[in-house]
């Protein structure tokens, strides 16, 4: 989960100045001149994510990646789901967002059998995510 620090924005006194602070920072950093002309549609965006990728010490690669994922590292820490670390009281889980919904008998395939592995005695247990707290799938 990409986590970015809150940086202020460029000073900038209008969207072509951003665009040539943008092309001339791109080029520096080895950005291929195809990939900048589609970036440079989103110039202030574009900007920010050569900006990240150079203050993390990176390639050119990381900052094309986050203008592709439509990250914006000037906004600020960018979340794509539920924190799976946070503290979890569910009734249903217990806590560890998954519940079991089936139980089945292993299979014992031709493979296994060749290669003389056993399928184990034991019934292998079936996970869902928590329908109560669980991420959507």
């Known amino acids: 989960m990409p986590e970015y620090e809150a940086a202020a924005p460029p000073e900038l006194s209008s969207d072509a100045e951003t665009e040539q602070r943008f092309r001339d920072r791109a080029q520096a950093f080895g950005i291929e001149q195809r990939t900048i002309e589609r970036m440079a549609l989103s110039?202030?965006?574009?900007?920010?994510c050569v900006e990240e990728a150079r203050r993390r010490g990176t390639g050119p690669g990381l900052a094309v990646h986050m203008f592709d994922a439509g990250d914006d590292p000037s906004q600020g820490r960018k979340v794509r789901g539920p924190n799976?670390?946070?503290e979890?009281?569910?009734?249903?889980?217990?806590?560890?967002?998954?519940?079991?919904?089936?139980?089945?008998?292993?299979?014992?395939s031709a493979w296994m059998?060749?290669?003389?592995?056993?399928?184990?005695?034991?019934?292998?247990?079936?996970y869902a995510p928590c329908p109560a707290c669980g991420a959507e799938v």
């Not at 110039?43 to 920010?48: I, K, M």
């Not at 919904?101 to 292993?106: E, L």
């Not at 059998?113 to 079936?126: G, L, M, N, W």
Request: with cysteine; net charge negative; glycine share 4%.
């Open 43 to 48: 110039p202030s965006r574009a900007l920010a």
């Open 84 to 86: 799976l670390y946070a």
């Open 88 to 108: 979890s009281s569910c009734m249903e889980c217990g806590g560890d967002r998954f519940v079991v919904v089936d139980t089945r008998a292993p299979v014992q």
């Open 113 to 126: 059998t060749e290669h003389k592995i056993t399928a184990s005695a034991d019934e292998i247990e079936v």
